[in-house]
């Protein structure tokens, strides 16, 4: 299957300052990005949509001035934490939709485990 | 809108064991659905999937599910457990565009 890279894999940061996550689509171009985060023990909650060359699209609850992203080419989507805090702390997974596939599935990233102090 | 559920929170089988997880969906066509396995903070490891035509799904690691409509049911099964299946397992639904709903995940013991 097509591969997608995440990276960090972990982070830590000080409260107040932003972190940025990148998610690559490495042997396919990927019009579309997913951006999940997952609390402990729990299930994976879907943050947003990222379109190449336009806007992400945010579901509902999910602050898009304190989660940014940018889908500035078609293999790499960009998440960016800003004034982080504790509580942002988390687990957060992309994924990507191979558009050129024979099926709509997407291809999941291994996950960055952030942890604000 | 689209939602699963995945009625057991936790089971704990014995090594050799068969294995059912059950995974029940609503959606308003016709689903895409999906099992996921994920180790202790890693990310998500695709199991099988179902798109359409034959509905017993073989994947991989001896995983099976089997897509039941007139159940909404989508359940995984395996017919013996080793214990490195030991994990979290996830069903999702999934929108042609790719986009997943996810079910509160199941987490799975393997006793020896």
């Known amino acids: 299957g097509a591969v997608v890279s995440q990276h960090p894999s972990r982070v830590i940061c000080k409260s107040g300052t932003s972190v940025k996550i990148e998610c690559r689509s490495l042997?396919?171009?990927?019009?579309?990005m997913f951006w999940y985060r997952q609390f402990p023990k729990k299930s994976l909650m879907l943050m947003a949509t990222?379109?190449?060359?336009?806007?992400?699209?945010?579901e509902q609850g999910v602050e898009k001035d304190k989660f940014l992203i940018n889908h500035a080419s078609l293999t790499l989507s960009t998440l960016t934490v800003t004034s982080a805090h504790p509580e942002d702390s988390s687990f957060y997974i992309c994924?990507?939709?191979?558009?050129?596939?024979?099926?709509?599935?997407?291809?999941f990233g291994q996950g960055t485990r952030l942890t604000v102090v | 809108a689209q939602s699963v559920t995945q009625p057991d929170i936790h089971i704990t089988v014995s090594e050799g064991a068969s294995l059912e997880l059950r995974c029940n969906y609503s959606?308003?066509?016709?689903?895409?659905l999906f099992w996921y396995v994920q180790s202790p903070g890693q990310g998500l490891q695709l199991l099988l999937k179902y798109f359409s035509g034959d509905t017993l799904v073989q994947g991989i690691k001896g995983f099976e599910a089997e897509f039941k409509r007139s159940q909404s049911s989508f359940n995984l099964r395996k017919p013996s457990v080793h214990w490195s299946d030991a994990a979290e397992y996830f069903c999702a639904v999934g929108a042609r565009a790719g986009k997943s709903t996810f079910g509160d995940g199941t987490t799975l013991t393997v006793k020896p």
């Open positions: 042997d396919f171009q990927a019009t579309t």
């Open positions: 959606y308003g066509a016709t689903p895409y």
């Open positions: 994924s990507a939709r191979d558009p050129q596939g024979m099926n709509t599935e997407a291809f």
């Open positions: 990222s379109n190449e060359g336009s806007k992400a699209t945010y």
